[in-house]
């Protein structure tokens, strides 16, 4: 409910009115956090509900410590004139009874109304980060009393070359302050931004689990057991196939698979979760720089692997828990490439099937 958080009952009041019967997942978590003045590195997707879970806190604290001079305490930068405009529109439906006023600016149209918006004193600027710096290097804009700092979608911002404007504006902020970090996807670029920008943050994960990343082409081949191990075969003579990562349910089905592959003369290295520390991080570093081209694992040793634009993922047998299916295909089709994974489905596999696709909400298509 979101009468159970600390806010104002004009705040409530626009929630009503907008209808929101309910705080969304990432509004649940990440509402309490920003009240108590936390960092925050969230993982959320447009859609989510993540404006108003940034938005709703911020109006919170900024009434909760008035102040009499005009110039911006809360800045929203966001990658597009679209996105601006649209959380720019749900800043002023959930400010509509607080006497708090926002500026909006974005590139691509005149500076001038910006440049009066912003003279006649706002609380909060929402604004794409070249813009922003224009103003701010003809002191159109203050940025020396901004006490929270949101970075929206700021995985896109770096994909548009954002970083450069968003160094320079962050120089001119406040280091004591309140940073949050929104991000659909956790590039290494976004990870050390986040290092550098954050201090001891509150991560809040809530990008949908149950569905594979949308660059995955995912297919099930029908195959006997015995038949698994040929057809294995012939899918890595594919040229096309420089590395593959092949899951198997057991450590045993593990090391066996390994030793078959091995003595088909492919450089193979194999990781579960008998294996010491060393031995895992000895296979995952021969698999990542290529003395491996196939890499054996369970999926307890999938969880954390952190392997970049993996192209190919073989499931041999489908695992035990279905969630772990979403887990072992998202090793493929990250940072904007494309991925490919199969699976090789016996009969006696088919309920575990059903039940992977139940929780994806469709079927796999089959590969013949
Ligand atoms: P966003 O992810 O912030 O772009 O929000 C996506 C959409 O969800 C917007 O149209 C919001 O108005 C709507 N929305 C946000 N929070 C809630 C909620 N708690 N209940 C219902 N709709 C919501």
């Known amino acids: 409910m979101f009468?159970?958080?600390?806010?104002?009952?004009?705040?409530?009041?626009?929630?009503?009115?907008?209808?929101?019967?309910?705080?969304?997942?990432?509004?649940?978590?990440?509402?309490?956090?920003?009240?108590?003045?936390?960092?925050?590195?969230?993982?959320?997707?447009?859609?989510?509900?993540?404006?108003?879970?940034?938005?709703?806190?911020?109006?919170?604290?900024?009434?909760?410590s008035p102040s009499l001079q005009r110039s911006p305490r809360a800045l929203i930068l966001v990658p597009t004139r679209e996105l601006a405009t649209q959380v720019s529109d749900s800043l002023g439906t959930l400010a509509q009874?607080?006497?708090?006023?926002?500026?909006?600016?974005?590139?691509?149209?005149?500076?001038?109304?910006?440049?009066?918006?912003l003279s006649r004193g706002v609380d909060i600027v929402v604004a794409t980060p070249g813009r922003l710096l224009e103003h701010l290097q003809t002191r159109a804009v203050d940025l020396s009393h901004i006490g929270v700092l949101v970075l929206?979608?700021?995985?896109?911002?770096?994909?548009?070359?954002?970083?450069?404007?968003?160094?320079?504006l962050i120089a001119a902020l406040p280091p004591k302050r309140q940073t949050l970090m929104f991000s659909a996807t956790f590039s290494d670029d976004i990870r050390s931004l986040a290092q550098a920008l954050l201090r001891d943050p509150v991560s809040i994960d809530i990008s949908p689990r149950n569905s594979p990343p949308a660059l995955v082409d995912h297919r099930v081949y029908h195959v006997d057991s015995a038949g698994k191990h040929p057809l294995l075969t012939r899918l890595l003579a594919n040229e096309d196939v420089k590395q593959s990562l092949v899951f198997t349910r057991t450590k045993h089905g593990a090391n066996r698979l390994a030793q078959r592959l091995a003595r088909d003369g492919h450089a193979c290295a194999v990781i579960h979760g008998n294996k010491s520390q060393a031995a895992r991080t000895r296979a995952l570093s021969d698999f990542k720089q290529g003395r491996a081209r196939i890499l054996v694992a369970t999926d307890i040793?999938?969880?954390?692997?952190?392997?970049?634009?993996?192209?190919?993922?073989?499931?041999?047998?489908?695992?035990?828990?279905?969630?772990?299916y979403v887990h072992r295909i998202g090793r493929t089709g990250r940072a904007g490439s494309r991925g490919r994974a199969v699976s090789l489905v016996s009969r006696d596999e088919h309920d575990r099937l059903r039940a992977i696709e139940k929780v994806l909400g469709h079927k796999i298509p089959v590969a013949v």
Do not use: C, W
């Open 301 to 324: 040793a999938a969880r954390g692997l952190d392997i970049s634009e993996l192209p190919h993922v073989v499931n041999f047998e489908l695992p035990h828990v279905p969630e772990d």
């Open 97 to 117: 009874h607080l006497p708090l006023r926002a500026a909006l600016i974005f590139g691509g149209v005149s500076a001038r109304p910006q440049i009066d918006a």
């Open 152 to 168: 929206d979608e700021a995985d896109r911002m770096l994909d548009m070359g954002f970083i450069r404007p968003i160094r320079r």
């Open 3 to 64: 009468s159970d958080f600390t806010l104002r009952p004009q705040l409530l009041q626009a929630v009503t009115a907008l209808a929101y019967d309910e705080p969304t997942p990432i509004q649940q978590r990440a509402i309490p956090v920003v009240l108590e003045g936390r960092d925050l590195m969230a993982a959320a997707q447009t859609g989510t509900g993540k404006t108003a879970a940034f938005a709703l806190p911020i109006l919170e604290l900024l009434m909760r």
